[in-house]
């Protein structure tokens, strides 16, 4: 059999729309219909030889994990219920890993190298964004709070079911079958489909299953990262939201606040080094020098450094501006370097920028 090494036009026709369907449901921010999102769990269920479990239903993800907490807080037989005697279905992942496995290496078999890769970067590519902004809201819930070690892996588990992987290998299932005629498993497929479209995050075990709903606002910039300017980026109808600046997650204090109002003696008083750049970035070089009264001591290339009279001692501040994409970072180095250059070695650990092959 000779591989194919080009599309047809219907074949590149149908791609497109496949892969606007799966982003559409990755994105959606409409709520989950609980009556069919419980037909869809009593299904797969089924499909594993396991009786229905009690559904649980939460307005959001942290919703969710507060209620697991409170339950592990409460005694030793609720610490049972929730935790010890939730066994996962291991058979799940298996059905989903068997039906994308199965299509995976026929599609490989089908087509060339050069267009296989083709394929699998354009929808992965742009299916991308589920993943990165699924990532933020887990690494935001896990900042909730304490939160003990049992709560940490029921929230870190690699056995839920989750938009941002199953979406994107939901989309490449279905173009397999449709467009390429690849066999698969019916059965699997409409267990896997159900789950998907008609849930958010699903935490599937023995006698319990959880299901979360999906946000009800989702905002990105110009390149798919969460941004949202004096307002949450995403928000679920319980009010859980998280905050975001070109995809840099902000605290509360920063994120609802417009950055037109952000005030440049934030940044003398914010340790995180990733926020004082989001800081700088929204306030502009021009108000930070101006409001901070800030000195320009020194400049060596395309670094330059700053002073800033602070109430106790001076502040200190490395500007760095890239060569190739004129993207402005500030780093706070200790207040009694007056060079540029002295203070360019001091942030990369003693090393002369001289010997630097390439300035970044």
């Not at 110009?222 to 941004?227: D, K, P, T």
């Not at 902000?250 to 037109?260: A, F, N, R, S």
């Amino acid at each position: 059999m000779s591989l194919i090494e080009n599309l047809t036009p219907e074949q590149e026709a149908l791609i497109p729309v496949y892969r606007e369907k799966w982003r559409a449901i990755a994105l959606s921010t409409e709520r989950i219909d609980r009556e069919k999102a419980a037909i869809a769990v009593k299904i797969a269920y089924e499909v594993l030889g396991l009786s229905k479990p009690r559904i649980l239903f939460f307005d959001s993800p942290l919703a969710a994990f507060k209620s697991v907490n409170a339950n592990l807080k409460n005694s030793y037989s609720n610490l049972e219920k929730y935790w010890y005697r939730w066994n996962l279905p291991e058979h799940l992942l298996k059905t989903y890993h068997d039906l994308f496995n199965k299509i995976l290496n026929w599609l490989g078999e089908l087509l060339s190298e050069d267009l296989f890769s083709s394929l699998s970067n354009e929808l992965y590519f742009n299916l991308d964004i589920c993943f990165f902004f699924w990532q933020q809201v887990i690494q935001h819930l896990i900042t909730q709070g304490d939160i003990p070690n049992e709560v940490l892996s029921f929230l870190e588990s690699d056995m839920r079911v989750e938009p941002e992987e199953w979406i994107q290998r939901c989309c490449l299932i279905e173009i397999g079958f449709v467009v390429f005629n690849a066999p698969y498993n019916s059965t699997g497929w409409q267990l896997l489909r159900g789950l998907v479209e008609n849930c958010g995050w699903v935490y599937p075990f023995k006698e319990i299953c959880i299901v979360c709903d999906r946000p009800t606002k989702l905002s990105f910039d110009n390149e798919n990262r969460l941004h949202a300017e004096g307002e949450a980026a995403i928000e679920f109808t319980d009010g859980y939201s998280l905050y975001s600046y070109h995809g840099v997650t902000l605290p509360e204090k920063y994120g609802k606040i417009h950055p037109q109002q952000w005030q440049a003696g934030w940044l003398l008083r914010e340790e995180n080094a990733e926020l004082r750049r989001v800081l700088i970035q929204g306030i502009g070089y021009a108000r930070i020098c101006q409001e901070l009264q800030a000195i320009e001591l020194d400049t060596w290339a395309e670094y330059t450094l700053l002073k800033i009279d602070a109430d106790e001692e001076s502040i200190h501040l490395l500007k760095m501006t890239c060569p190739s994409t004129g993207f402005i970072h500030a780093l706070r180095v200790p207040p009694n370097m007056n060079s540029a250059r002295e203070a360019i070695g001091w942030v990369n650990w003693g090393v002369d920028p001289e010997a630097f092959g390439v300035q970044t």
